[in-house]
Structure formats: C-alpha cells, structure tokens
C-alpha cells in the first residue's frame, strides 16, 4: 500500500471521527405508535376505539424494553433515534478504516523488510 493511500485512509477516518463528535443527543431504539387502552369504562376506547401513543422500543438482553414517549417528546425522540442509527453507521466507518490502515501498515513493513533483505548483499 504507497503511502498516499495509507494517508488518505487515515484522512476519511479523522473525518469521520470529527463528524461523530458533532452528532449531538441520541438514543437507541425505535420509536413506535401504539395503540392503547386507558382503562377508563366510559371512554371511548373501551368501546374499541383506541388511543394513540409513542413509545421507544429496544431490545435489551433479547427481550423487547420499551419507554414511553410524551406527545410533546415525539419529533426529538425521533431525531434521536435517526441520530443512533447514524453513530452505528459511522462507527462502522470508523471501524473499516481502522482495519484497512492496520493491515496496510502490516504490508508496509512486510515489503520494507523484503526491500532491506535484496538490498542486502549478504542475503
């Protein structure tokens, strides 16, 4: 790998890493709409008409956790959570990059020491 390539790596990947410390709040999960039942006899769900709500859903050890979101809470839940679907984007990223540039530099010195071993008379 030339050294250019090694550096231009090393470029997107400091990149990135400054766009994931611009990100800003996040969470994890989805946010989902529910139906729900309030549990009031004389409201109208109880006739089957349900309510609306938002909740967060994640899975946490394999089971499903979810957490409700107030109405007034909704829109920024939302970006939050297309905010944690982009960090896992980016530290994917990230992560790719940081492999590439190890196994670069793996074949950097590998072809260093092949380039001393036939420059050297005594090999």
């Known amino acids: 790998?030339?050294?250019?390539?090694?550096?231009?790596?090393?470029?997107?990947?400091d990149a990135i890493l400054e766009e994931l410390?611009?990100?800003?709040?996040?969470?994890?999960?989805?946010?989902?709409?529910?139906?729900v039942k309030c549990g009031n006899p004389e409201c109208r769900c109880a006739r089957g008409e349900t309510h609306e709500a938002y909740v967060l859903s994640k899975k946490v050890r394999g089971k499903t956790?979810?957490?409700?979101?107030?109405?007034?809470?909704?829109?920024?839940?939302?970006?939050w959570a297309e905010r944690h679907k982009n960090v896992k984007r980016?530290?994917?990223e990230i992560s790719e990059l940081s492999e590439q540039i190890?196994?670069?530099?793996?074949?950097?010195?590998?072809?260093?020491?092949s380039q001393?071993?036939?420059?050297?008379p005594a090999s």
Request: charged residues 35%; hydrophobic residues 30%.
């Open 65 to 79: 956790v979810t957490t409700h979101v107030p109405r007034d809470l909704v829109e920024e839940v939302k970006t």
């Open 1 to 13: 790998m030339k050294d250019d390539s090694y550096q231009s790596l090393v470029s997107k990947r």
């Open 21 to 35: 410390g611009q990100v800003g709040p996040f969470v994890q999960g989805s946010l989902c709409k529910v139906k």
């Open 102 to 113: 190890i196994r670069g530099h793996v074949r950097r010195k590998r072809g260093r020491k």
């Open 90 to 92: 980016l530290i994917k």
């Open 116 to 120: 001393k071993r036939s420059a050297d």
